[in-house]
């Protein structure tokens, strides 16, 4: 097992969507010039009015008045390749950055650290399962879990994202779902995994999100193991995403059972790194092929 570390990156509750150089803004430019809705000296009065403001380039242009919201969700899609959310859409957390800017600095930091792990995401074959989780960072890892999901799903993937930490439920906020059921409800019943995954704003993404609060959690993860729960759903998808937060460590390295590589997130300066290097041994001695981790300040 190689455990591989990121550079620190800045992870703040108020993350800001977009926080890329003026080269990247003037390429979603070209893109506006290229539609015929603005003229390349609009472009450059945009950019010092974002400059000015420290509003976004797709904002400043709209508040301008020189592009409409509809064209700019056509630009950014033309753009980034993908499907886009527009800046003024609150159907998913402005944190679930990929959602709305694909090529922000974290999100290529994602897409990095899934490289890392050696797993090639394809439509073909059997899904892969990514574990996610936190060592004292569990805000930082269900961030981190979002944005994966949302990157796996933007690359045509059929992705599924479990919350598994079922004491402090976080995705049915970012996605805006109900969590009348979940997780609690999958381990506590013999409920389909797949009626419990509900779809999300953003193409290709279901969410089984926590569920209702149990006071017998713990027991659930320990006599449970995951992964062997949501196998009835894994032919339905391509990628599936299980994420932790900061649970106990045996509570994580039992989730991991059958996972095929694991991200870890950590606060630089908080984070116990003893604690780090436990928690990789367990799930190593889970069989889990490979870690990735990164390091936030």
Known sequence: MRLRSSASNNLPNNL????????DWRRLGEVLVGLGAL?????????????????LFGEASVEMGLVTPAMLRIAQERQHGVKVLSPDDESVDHRVIAAFDPHHEFVERIKVMLLNLGIMLSTQGAAKIVLVSGVEAARESALVAANLAVVCAQGGTRTLLVDANLDQPVHNHLFRINNRSGVSTLLASTDAPLRLAMQTAIDNLWVIPAGPSRPDASALLEREQLVH??????EDFDAVIIECGSLLAPLVARAAIGVHGAMLAVREHESSMNDLRA????ITLKGV??????MMS
Request: cysteine-free; hydrophobic content about 30%; charged content about 30%.
């Open 39 to 55: 003229r390349d000296d609009q472009v450059e009065s945009i950019l010092d009015h974002q400059s000015n403001t420290g509003k």
């Open 289 to 294: 092929p490979q870690t990735s981790v990164v």
């Open 279 to 282: 928690l990789v041994d367990m």
């Open 229 to 234: 729960r949501l196998l009835p759903a894994m």
């Open 16 to 23: 800001e969507v977009g926080r890329q150089s003026r080269k």
